[in-house]
């Protein structure tokens, strides 16, 4: 990861690339809940969501499922990401459940929702929520 340092600021990613923080339950497979995890073993993934992921990755940029998945799912996960062949950098556990997400950062955040069908992504302009000037 190529990673640009300033002097006393955490460092930003260089050259247009992106961190992409991926939800996997209802995004890239089956919604499934933590209480039913047997699920979390042979569910199908999404092969839209597998083929633009790996093309992300191909193209240089960081790849983090996020997921609210707990800590102890995580060797599952991570067996089912590697048995289905997604390409990926990390995997975080513990996501807030319940959704209606806002994340404030002091970096460039974007959010996408993703409503069914996982393709690159295209701009459009649409209303945010900002703070105040
Ligand atoms: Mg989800």
Redesign the pocket.
């Given at each position: 990861m190529e990673l640009q340092y300033t002097e006393h600021l955490s460092p930003s990613l260089k050259g247009g690339i992106k961190n992409y923080l991926i939800?996997?339950?209802?995004?890239i497979t089956d919604?499934i809940p933590n209480e039913e995890p047997e699920r979390m073993v042979d569910c199908e993934p999404y092969l839209d969501a597998l083929e633009t992921i790996n093309k992300w990755y191909d193209e240089g940029h960081q790849i983090c499922f996020f997921t609210?998945r707990t800590e102890a799912l995580k060797q599952i996960t991570i067996d089912w990401l590697d048995k289905n062949g997604f390409k990926y950098h990390s995997v975080l556990c513990g996501k807030p459940r319940g959704g209606n997400y806002h994340w404030i950062d002091n970096h460039l955040v974007k959010a996408t929702r993703y409503k069914g069908k996982f393709t690159d992504l295209v701009e459009k302009n649409v209303s945010i929520e900002v703070f105040k000037d």
């Open positions: 939800d996997i339950d209802g995004t919604d609210s």
